[in-house]
């Protein structure tokens, strides 16, 4: 029985390996931390070239910019580098929105509670919109675990079944941002855990980590011969001892900001080793639709350190789009799918070539009865009309289109 039960387990080890390989090679439009692209480019210079290591050689070429990197796996793992295919050759769609939150617990996951389908929620035209970005980034408001306890005395505190992951892949969303005021609702084991279900996932994340130096690491994505970079960091809440735990050197937590020196230096750095540098902010005064002092305040100092363009959660509600020295700024997206309350929101979308911000689009949406849809005629006007009148020193047009 002994040779039998070796081959056995033999054969069944040898299937799993090939089930991974596999599942590697069905997405090498997503590579990043033990990514299938890292693993094979190593061989692609053998004479018998697989069909995936000649894609991946392609890829290659089309970054031919950023072949040093894209030939150096061990580099690209420790400095957070991602590559991606893009839908059209010489430009990248990134797309925006803003909070979401997948906890049984609340009335948002009553529509997808029967089936699992999170297009009971998110409507599907919707989801092909986030689909069709190239990169598609938003505020993940909670922590994925079924460990840790409620933060003592905190009004809200959210915590989602690991499972619920899955809704991240079925909306096309490829980055969360992390730095936020619910993320570390169920302690450091709860966001120890979040990080760790959403990297099995296959979706990136920014603002958090096992320590400091992590939480504040942008995350990087090469992108048809471009290099963006993505920082994440929150501002709430406003207290020297907040309930949200900020990272430390020796200790996990979130990349805060509310003293922003480490945000500042990690922007210039993050200017210097990429094209574009996106800075999601967590931010502002909730159910104000006005900007308060500190966004003011601090808007302005990043886009001075080398910010290209500003994206602002927090509020629950939106606000204005402005501009500071020429980079864009939306200062709150509001709720994406986060309540069951009837509030507009939207999502934001900028097209970026090797000249830089080629567009700028604000998407209506609306949020009601947990439900979140893809505005359109007389729905779509009010909103842009909204944005219009809040937004001073800005223009927005019939199909949202920012400009300056």
Known sequence: MRPFLITFIIVLVAGALAAVAYLWIMEPAKVGKNSHFQLTWEKIEDGNQSSEQMQIKEIIQINDKYADVLNDPEYMIENNIYVKDASK????????????????NYAIMGKVAGNGNIANGIMPDLINEMKSADIMMLNNEFPYSDRGTPTEGKQFTFRAKPSTVSYLNDLGVDLVSLANNHAYDYGETALVDTMDILSEAGIAYVGAGNNLQEARRPVYYIVNNMKIAFVAATQIERLDNPDTRGATDTSPGVFRCWNGENLLETVKTAKENSDFVIVFLHWGTES?????WAQEKQAPEVAAAGADLIIGAHPHCLQRIGVSG????VYSLGNFWFNSKEMDTGMFKVTLNENGLQSCQFI???????QTTLLQGEEKKKVLDFMRGISGGVQIDEEGYVSW
């Open 288 to 292: 104000q639709t006005e900007t308060d």
């Open 364 to 370: 209506p949406c609306r949020q009601s009865g947990s």
């Open 89 to 104: 050759p010489g430009q990248v769609t990134v797309t925006f929105a803003g909070d979401i939150l997948f906890d049984e």
């Open 326 to 329: 020429g980079v864009p700024i």
